[in-house]
């Protein structure tokens, strides 16, 4: 099975106690937030994994 590419805008910002919070505009729902910039990042890459892995069932459906 080929693997595809996707790209995607992330939005991150920083909350008045420090935390930074990202979002993808394009995935309705997909958002997380993390200490640092390094978690927020990664943990909005697995999160774009579960909107599109959720996506993807509701449209087999």
């Given at each position: 099975m080929e693997e595809q590419v996707l790209d995607f805008n992330v939005i991150i910002e920083q909350d008045e106690e420090g935390i930074y919070v990202a979002k993808v505009p394009e995935l309705d729902g997909c958002y997380t937030q993390g200490k640092t910039l390094q978690e927020a990042l990664d943990r909005i890459r697995e999160s774009i994994e579960v909107c599109l892995e959720?996506?993807?069932?509701?449209?087999?459906?």
């Open positions: 959720g996506d993807k069932v509701f449209v087999s459906q």
